[in-house]
């Protein structure tokens, strides 16, 4: 793996020569991982979802971005476009480390509308000579000529006494004529959680609400890429909280991305709620954000991947890409994530079988494939436990594993080819609150995302197979399984460069 110095970790791209670009996007474009429907970037590392909104007829959707490698370096906003939130062009960098405040980045932040004008609110990170971090947050808009103007000084210029520079990552909304800014903190003794500003306008001034109480005291020891809504009548918040200990099945991830679901009192910001909840299950998924599409739905994307964490792309210049889009919403008083409704469009050809599947691991003809989407209905079960063996050949296959007694969901990557490092254990489990009675998959060229029983749990991961590793197949332990099983094959990539 390349030793990154600091000075090359913050290099601008501005400095970089055409022919450097050209030679590391020619090696990023070879890629045998590169995807096919989901954001991915044209070269370096992408991260964290920022500045999604829906605005004026179009998606907006940027992300964190190091151009030159895939490392955690000096930090831009790049941005893509749709109208579908299933095609997407690429638009242009929208922020660019370019002043004192966000020299060494331009950390995460959300899209706003106010009077008819696109806003972002961002963390500028600087540096300071003995490198002492300082945290600023900066208000820009979109003009009427469709430039991005930093308004400065910054809104907030730094933390409010009792919190360290480990202050980021403002998530604007508006309620009751109100601007209100949500911002991941850290306090001085070193743990984690979320504080709220107000503001009449943009510009500011903005003033400091307090931090939201919860129960939640002591639970890691910062809150990154905090998030708040509503969604039937309940308050929301999402954030990703760092520090926090293995717990049996849960918490197995490096860092968490979760929410907390109950009542939010905005007048002494206390919050009654119940328990953290996991919004993945699988390897590889963080930072999530949410905002709302042109029928006002709560949509939600994350960054499939994680930090700290080595991936095999990151020898070719590249790493990571954002999940698809999720629909939230809440039946039976829980949260669920479904595959947005325009993903429908990406269908191409249909394959529909009926069948039994027993003891003996069968492929299920004719079905094969690298990108697809795989709907399995359980019709009747028998079976103790079964398996469905996805980008499958001799030696290797992602394996989606359903215990019934236990209602045990399993995503087993041992054999799914090359893995991230260092991640612990080969797999990530999550019970069901109901028996599994359909599994629907999307399966891109290095990734999976599995939704169980229309959106009760999710697991995401990124994969690395062999290309050739593209068979499906089905077992049982003992018994047997009556499946309907539909795949929709998904061929032509959905990125304009």
Known sequence: MKEWTREARYRKVEDATVEELEMLKETVQNSQYRQTYHIQPSTGLLNDPNGLIYFNGEYHISHQWFPLGAVHGLKYWDQYKSTDLVHYSHDTTILKPDTQHDSHGVY?????????????????????????????????????????????????????????????????????????????????????????????????????????????????YMWECPDYFQLNGKDILVFSPQGIEADGDRYNNIYQSGYIMGELNFETLEMTHGEFKELDNGFDFYAPQTFTDEANRRVMIGWMGLPDTDYPTDSEGWAHCLTVPRTL???????????????RKLR?????????????????????????????????????????????NKNESIVIRYETNSQTIILDRTESGQLPTPVESMTRCAQLDTPLRQLRIFVDTSSIEVFCNEGERVLTSRIFPKSKANKIKVATDSGQVYLKMTKYDIEEGQQDE
Not at 332 to 339: C, I, M, R
Not at 369 to 383: C, F, M, P, S
């Open 348 to 392: 191409g050809h249909r394959e529909t079988a009926l069948g039994y599947a027993n003891k003996f691991l069968k492929q299920m003809h004719p079905y094969e494939g690298e990108r697809y989407e795989l709907i399995v209905e359980i019709l009747d079960n028998d079976a103790s436990a079964m398996e469905f063996h996805l980008r499958s």
């Open 329 to 343: 919403m809440i039946e039976d008083g829980k949260l669920k994530q479904k595959p947005h409704m325009h993903l």
């Open 108 to 220: 995460s932040g959300s899209a706003f509308e106010f009077e008819g004008s696109l806003y972002y609110m961002y963390t500028g990170n600087h540096r300071t000579d003995t490198w002492e971090r300082k945290s600023a947050q900066v208000v820009a808009k979109v003009n009427e000529a469709g430039q991005v103007e930093k308004l400065l000084p910054p809104a907030i210029p730094e933390p409010p006494v009792g919190y360290t520079q480990h202050f980021r990552d403002p998530k604007v909304f508006m309620r009751d004529g109100k601007l209100y800014a949500l911002i991941g903190a850290q306090r001085i003794n070193e743990t984690g959680c979320a504080v709220l500003y107000e503001a009449d306008r943009p510009e500011g001034p903005w003033s400091f609400k307090g931090e939201i109480k919860t129960s939640l005291t002591d639970f890691g």
